[in-house]
């Protein structure tokens, strides 16, 4: 990939992940986000290991971003923008599916 569409990539994945890292550790640690979400053989769901991933990724340097990384926001945006899409009516405030974008850094309550 060229350096221009990595600079978009991480201008993407900058607007669409709207949880501070240590908030989004918080979130992680609770009930509610380890309740939700697709399981893989661990007992851990995929956006629980993406959500992870994520804190890691916000407290990088750009200049010690990989390609990994760089591929990582490139999921984590296109994860956020689908789920958008599929907002439920009513109040999301304690819905799975909020759950489930918080734990890829995304809490559209903040919208």
Do not use: C
Not at 21 to 29: I, S, T
Not at 51 to 64: C, N
Request: glycine share 8%; aromatic share 6%.
């Amino acid at each position: 990939m060229s350096e221009e569409n990595d600079d978009q990539t991480r201008h993407e994945f900058r607007d669409v992940v709207n949880m501070a890292p240590a908030e989004l550790e918080k979130w992680l640690d609770s009930d509610e986000s380890q309740s939700v979400g697709q399981k893989d053989g661990g007992g851990e769901s995929t956006g629980h290991q993406s959500g992870r991933r994520i804190v890691e990724l916000l407290r990088t340097k750009k200049d010690d971003l990989t390609d990994s990384d760089v591929q990582h926001m490139r999921k984590v945006v296109g994860y956020v923008r689908r789920h958008l899409a599929q907002r439920p009516s009513g109040d999301i405030t304690e819905t799975p599916w909020r759950y489930s974008l918080m734990n890829w850094g995304h809490d559209p309550a903040k919208e």
